[in-house]
Structures are given as structure tokens and as C-alpha cells.
């Protein structure tokens, strides 16, 4: 073995030990923060120390520092070193880690136990697989997670929590923190399913509106609705893996505009959608930033959703342009057109 990947391996096993510990002691203050923290360190360490072993670079060529758990994730992936269903259990306890970092989460028990120990068999995987390791070669089973709760099913979980929700929704309950630190845990756990899971405010905000609204659970979280949870095995050597069920309803994407999906938008869903500055428009049309405007203007472009969609970064506001814009203006846009708009654009001048 690689001395780099040899040490990251044991990185890896030394956070994971932490986490193991802060998991199945008796003092909670702190406890699920110090178990997302270190399982999420555990989890980097070891899918980098795969990298390394197969001889891949870990570091940005531009930036020269070592890349992120996302950027190793997808290598590791395109590889076809792990399947998506382990990047996503991977990707899950990052995504949580990231708001229990950085803001408020709150994760119930039984949810931290089925995506650790999701986890702790997709970690076990990868040393078998690729390390000819194992986890029972480095610690002992008795520290593995216990719990005294049953293993849930999936979705039980999910519409239980949806339903915990509700009632700290309801009003006169004033618990609108605890409600919006489950509706992250939620959130979070759809990177079983996507590889890009960003939470946000305006995603916090669309799902309290719907929960308030009694909007089912399979129109909120479409995505959780197609997971099942795969167990074998029983008591300490339990192996869990979240997959897609074989019987799960199809996936209805939602356009950014359609008012009947609203609670199942998500922000990184929108910045996909649009993604065109106002600058990169304009350098697709050919045209000037501000004879770009003008034209916006003048076809009343920013008028629709479908269109437009103005992300806001702190106190700072972005319009994004969609393909659909970009395909209207290519198809609108003549001389004779641009020349017009230039002259009747308000005030005279290019904005």
C-alpha cells in the first residue's frame, strides 16, 4: 500500500473510532454534533485514501490544495471504485455534518443510528474491496453503534418525522427552530439520491409554507419516497444499505415555474436551471451587456419565471437567465430588432 493512501487509511479509522465512541456514550450534550463530525472526517479520509492507492491526484491543479469529499466522491464514482448508492451514504453524513458545522440541525436517534451505520458498511466495503481490509481487523465489534431503538424502515422514518413536523408546525407551539432543524435532517438525507444536496434558506422556507399548508409528504420529498432500507445480518454485525426500492413511484421533476411542485424545488436544482449571468448571456448572443438588457427589455424576457430567477447571496442580488430565455432571444434577435430595442430602452440608455 501506498504510504499516503496507508496513512489517510488510518486517519480514517482513527476518526472513525472517535465517532464510534462519542456515538454510544451516555452524555448527549454535543453528542450527535461530535458523531457527524468525526464519521464525516472518517469518511473524506478513506475515500481519498482510495484515490491515492489507484494513483489519482487529490489536489486542485489550479489551487494546489487537496480537493473536497464531493470532487472525491465523483472521481471515485466515474472510476467505478463505488457505486452511487455509497457515494450517497457518504454524501448523506456530509451534507448533515455541514449544517451541524455551520447552523442547526437536529437529527433524531434513529435516523443518526440508520445512516451511521449505512455508513459503517459502505466504510467496511471499501476496505475489503480495495484495501483487502477489514473493519473487525481494526476495532472491536463491541464498539460498533448500538441502539436500543428497533431499525426503522425508511420510510416510516420519513413519514414519521413529516408528521413530528406538522405538530411543531401547529400554531401556539412556538418549536419553529426544532421543525426547521428536522426539515434539514430531511433535506440532507436525499443525498442518498442526489448527488448535489445544498440546504438552504429558501428551501427551509418553501417546505415550512407546505407542511403548514398539509401538503403530502410524496409532494414535499419526492426523492426520499423512492428509498428502501436493505438489512442483513443482526445485532453488532448489522449491515444497512439505503438503496432506490425496486417498486419506488417515478421521480416527477419540477420546472422551476410550476407552482403545484413548489415544496419539492430545491435551490441547487434552480441554479442549475438557471445558469446563465447576465455577462455569459450576453456573450452567447453575441451582443453587448447592456444591448443584451435592452433586448430583455424590450421582449419583456424578465417578465416570465421561466425565464429569470433572482438568487440572493447575503445582502447581494443575482439574476440568472434559463436556457428557455437563452433559446427566446437567439430566435427573436435580428439587426433590425436589436437596433430598435437599443433606440426605445428606457431613459435613453443601456441599463
Known amino acids: 500500500m501506498k504510504r499516503e493512501a496507508k496513512t489517510l487509511k488510518a486517519k480514517a479509522i482513527a476518526s472513525l473510532k472517535r465517532g464510534l465512541q462519542a456515538f454510544n456514550n451516555h452524555d448527549d450534550d454535543g453528542r450527535p454534533e461530535t458523531v457527524l463530525l468525526m464519521l464525516q472526517h472518517a469518511s473524506e479520509m478513506l475515500t481519498k485514501a482510495l484515490l491515492v492507492q489507484k494513483g489519482q491526484n487529490v489536489f486542485d491543479s489550479e489551487k494546489g490544495t487537496s480537493i473536497g469529499v464531493e470532487k472525491a466522491l465523483n472521481v471515485a464514482q466515474s472510476k467505478g471504485w463505488m457505486s452511487a448508492a ?52 481494526n476495532l472491536p465489534v463491541r464498539v ?19 408528521q413530528q413536523i406538522r405538530e411543531l408546525l401547529a400554531p401556539g407551539r412556538r418549536a419553529r427552530v426544532e421543525a426547521r432543524g428536522r426539515i434539514t435532517a430531511l433535506l440532507a438525507m436525499e443525498a442518498h439520491v442526489s448527488e448535489e444536496v ?11 409554507s407546505a ?22 445480518g443482526e445485532g453488532p454485525t448489522i449491515r444497512v444499505r439505503i438503496t432506490k426500492s425496486a417498486d419506488a413511484p417515478a421521480i416527477r421533476y419540477i420546472s422551476g415555474d410550476d407552482p403545484e411542485g413548489a415544496a419539492a424545488i430545491r435551490e441547487v436544482d434552480l441554479q442549475k436551471k438557471y445558469h446563465w449571468s447576465p455577462s455569459a448571456l450576453a456573450a452567447k448572443l453575441g451582443l453587448s451587456v447592456n444591448k ?42 435580428t439587426p433590425e430588432l436589436v437596433d430598435q430595442a437599443w433606440r426605445e430602452r428606457p431613459n435613453g440608455r443601456g441599463v
Open 211 to 232: 407542511i403548514k399548508e398539509d401538503t403530502p409528504v410524496e409532494q414535499v420529498f419526492p426523492r426520499l419516497m423512492t428509498l428502501a432500507t436493505n438489512v442483513e
Open 86 to 137: 455509497q457515494a450517497g451514504a457518504v454524501r448523506v453524513i456530509d451534507a448533515m455534518r455541514d449544517q451541524a458545522q455551520h447552523w442547526l440541525i437536529v437529527v433524531p436517534e434513529d435516523a443518526l443510528y440508520i445512516n451511521a451505520r449505512a455508513l459503517i458498511t459502505v466504510l467496511d466495503e471499501v476496505l475489503t474491496e480495495h484495501f483487502a481490509d477489514t473493519l473487525a481487523d
Open 144 to 162: 460498533l453503534p448500538l441502539s436500543t431503538q428497533a431499525l426503522p424502515d425508511f420510510l416510516m422514518l420519513v413519514n414519521r418525522e413529516y
Open 198 to 208: 445544498a440546504v438552504s434558506k429558501r428551501d427551509l422556507d418553501r417546505i415550512e
Open 292 to 333: 443584451t438588457k435592452a433586448v430583455r427589455d424590450f421582449l419583456r424576457i424578465d417578465e416570465d419565471q421561466a425565464n429569470v430567477m433572482v438568487f440572493e447571496f447575503g445582502s447581494q442580488k443575482h439574476p440568472r437567465f434559463s436556457d428557455n430565455a437563452l433559446r427566446v432571444l437567439r430566435e427573436a434577435i
